[in-house]
T-cell receptor
Framework: RKEVEQDPGPFNVPEGATVAFNCTYS??????FFWYRQDCRKEPKLLMS???SGNEDGRFTAQLNRASQYISLLIRDSKLSDSATYLC???????????FGAGTRLAVHP | GAVVSQHPSRVICKSGTSVKIECRSL??????MFWYRQFPKQSLMLMAT?????????EQGVEKDKFLINHASLTLSTLTVTSAHPEDSSFYIC??????????????FGPGTRLLVL
């Protein structure tokens, strides 16, 4: 089983929709997680950090389910500018080595 | 936020030549830098971890003699792809980790270098 698994998508949604992605992880000892956003041909940029049960920042909500070993990212009121690939990332037992999921592609259309 | 730069942003070279990519942390000191590679439609794969003043730690399957890493200062790490071949064509991204004012320790990514070997 891969350390981090994500549905590659693409998720095609209209503007204003609510969309959610899940990410499953295999290392039950993982304590923190990150969601990064990567635009086409650009570097990843940190979107949210998740250290406990969840985190909310504006239209974005990340939740952690330790029992089922998955984290989710919910985007409300989708904007065209939200179109990107969303990477689920975890550091295994520490903060230095990040492990990236393959990413979930989101396409928001008018 | 913290700024990390990479140079060059894009390079095209002939097979057999060597290419050097620079990664700089511009407004903070990076005790650790990381080098990643990303092929089209795939995720980032960590190649090596670079600590200032010591030898880099390479991930399994990454040839240390082919991908030379030098981290001579707290703000600069370089990756040299020696005797590049077409299969080395990829998107190379560095990240820098360090404590910045007002931020907890995290990784900040450079904009990446797109390498095409003909």
């Amino acid at each position: 089983r891969k350390e981090v698994e994500q549905d590659p998508g693409p998720f095609n949604v209209p503007e204003g929709a609510t969309v959610a992605f899940n990410c499953t992880y295999s290392n039950s000892a993982s304590q923190s997680f990150f969601w990064y956003r990567q635009d086409c041909r650009k570097e990843p940029k940190l979107l949210m950090s998740v250290y406990s049960s969840g985190n909310e920042d504006g239209r974005f909500t990340a939740q952690l389910n330790r029992a089922s070993q998955y984290i989710s990212l919910l985007i409300r009121d989708s904007k065209l500018s939200d179109s990107a690939t969303y990477l689920c990332v975890l550091p295994p037992g520490g903060y230095n080595k990040l492990i990236f999921g393959a990413g979930t592609r989101l396409a928001v259309h008018p | 936020g913290a700024v990390v730069s990479q140079h060059p942003s894009r390079v095209i070279c002939k097979s057999g030549t060597s290419v050097k990519i620079e990664c700089r942390s511009l407004d903070f000191q990076a005790t650790t830098m990381f080098w990643y590679r990303q092929f089209p439609k795939q995720s980032l794969m960590l190649m090596a971890t670079s600590n200032e003043g010591s030898k880099a730690t390479y991930e399994q399957g990454v040839e240390k003699d082919k991908f030379l890493i030098n981290h001579a200062s707290l703000t600069l790490s370089t990756l040299t792809v020696t005797s590049a071949h077409p299969e080395d064509s990829s998107f190379y991204i560095c990240s820098a980790e360090g404590l910045t004012s007002g931020y907890q320790e995290t990784q900040y990514f450079g904009p990446g270098t797109r390498l095409l070997v003909l």
